[in-house]
C-alpha cells in the first residue's frame, strides 16, 4: 500500500481504531510524540506500532477476514450528556452588580439562527447532576456548554470552574476564540474540550487548537450547512470541512443538528446517515435520546450527545 493511500490506523492486537499516538509526557497539553510510531490502544491497553488501511471497506474486509464481529473492535460507542449552562456570567454581573450570582441551572435550548437560546425550561445543576449520574446514565461523563462563551465569546471562567467541581470525564465548551481558551479548559479540570462551530470564528482556530491538545473534538453545528459565531466568509458545506479538519489531524468529530436541538422531534435518520458517510464513528446530536442508541449505531455512528430534557431525564426530574 503506498503512503498516500493510507487513510487510518489499526492495533494489531484487537483490531480497534480507538488509538492515540504515544507521548513523551503525559497529560491532555503534551505534544511531543516519540520517534518510534508507537500507539496506545484504548480498547486493549497494549502499546504498538499499528497497522495501517487506506479505506474503511479494506479494514472491514480484513475483519471479516478474521471472522470478528465488527462491534468488538470498534470501540465503545459513547453516550454523552449535552449540559447548556447558565451560570449568570458578565451579563448578570452587568444588569445587577449588588446582587449575589444566581445558581447555575441546566437549560433546555433551541437554535434561533443566532445562537443557543434558552427555552424557559430549566433545572438546577446539583439537582440535575444527581438525577443523571445515580438514575439515567448511571455515568459522570458529560458536556458542560457555557452558554456566554458560545453565544457571546465570554467565557465565564470562574461560573464554569464551580461547575466544573468535583466532577471528572467532562468535556467541556467554554467557546474557542484562541489558545488561552485551551488552556483554561484543561485547567479547570476538562477531560476533554468540545469545540462546536457555532462558539468558534473559524476553521484556523481548529488548526491551531490540535497543536495544543489532542484532546479537542470539534462539534460541527448544522441546518444543515455549518453554522459558526462569524458567518461571513466561513466554509458551510460539511464535506468539505470534515476534509479539513482531518487533514490537521483530527480523527473525531461531532455533528449537531441544529433543527433538532430542543425541539423535541427526535433524530433526523437521513441527516444522521449522510453525516456518518464523512468520517469514521462519528458523534452526533441534536434531538438524540437513549431509545437513538441503536439506530445510530446501525449507521455507523461512534456516540451520541444525548438531548439534556430527553424523555429519559424528564421521568425522573422532579
Not at 93 to 100: M, S, T
Not at 189 to 207: N, P
Not at 300 to 312: I, M
Amino acid at each position: 500500500m503506498e503512503e498516500h493511500e493510507i487513510g487510518f490506523k489499526v492495533c494489531p492486537h484487537c483490531y480497534s481504531t480507538d488509538l492515540q499516538e504515544k507521548t513523551l509526557v503525559g497529560g491532555p497539553m503534551a505534544h511531543l510524540d516519540n520517534d518510534d510510531r508507537s500507539y496506545k490502544c484504548f480498547n486493549c491497553g497494549r502499546t504498538s506500532v499499528p497497522m495501517e488501511f487506506g479505506t474503511v471497506q479494506d479494514y472491514r474486509d480484513f475483519v471479516a477476514e478474521k471472522t470478528i464481529p465488527l462491534g468488538e473492535v470498534m470501540g465503545e460507542f459513547l453516550s454523552v450528556p449535552l449540559l447548556p449552562l447558565e451560570t449568570g456570567g458578565r451579563a448578570f454581573e452587568r444588569l445587577y452588580a449588588e446582587a449575589n450570582r444566581p445558581m447555575t441551572s441546566v437549560v433546555q435550548v433551541v437554535w434561533d439562527g443566532e445562537g443557543l437560546m434558552p427555552t424557559g425550561l430549566a433545572s438546577p445543576l446539583t439537582s440535575y447532576w444527581q438525577t443523571i449520574t445515580k438514575k439515567v446514565y448511571m455515568s459522570k461523563e458529560a458536556a458542560f456548554l457555557d452558554l456566554g462563551g458560545i453565544n457571546e465569546g465570554s467565557a465565564d471562567v470562574e461560573g464554569m470552574r464551580r461547575a466544573m467541581k468535583r466532577k471528572n470525564d467532562i468535556w467541556l465548551d467554554i467557546g474557542l476564540r484562541g489558545e488561552q481558551d485551551v488552556f483554561d479548559a484543561f485547567l479547570m479540570g476538562a477531560d476533554r474540550m468540545l469545540v462546536t462551530s457555532i462558539g468558534t470564528a473559524s476553521m484556523e482556530t481548529f488548526r491551531k487548537a490540535i497543536d495544543l491538545s489532542d484532546r479537542v473534538v470539534p462539534c460541527l453545528c448544522c441546518d444543515p450547512k455549518v453554522r459558526w459565531r462569524r458567518q461571513r466568509g466561513a466554509e458551510e458545506d460539511p464535506e468539505r470541512v470534515v476534509a479539513a479538519l482531518e487533514s490537521m489531524g483530527y480523527r473525531t468529530i461531532g455533528f449537531l443538528d441544529l433543527k433538532r436541538l430542543g425541539r423535541g422531534q427526535g433524530l433526523e435518520r437521513y441527516w444522521a446517515g449522510n453525516v456518518s458517510r464523512l468520517i469514521e464513528r462519528p458523534i452526533i446530536g441534536g434531538g438524540v435520546t437513549l431509545a437513538d442508541r441503536e439506530t445510530l449505531m446501525e449507521l455507523g455512528a461512534g456516540g451520541a450527545l444525548l438531548e439534556p430534557f430527553g424523555p429519559e431525564v424528564m421521568a425522573h426530574l422532579e
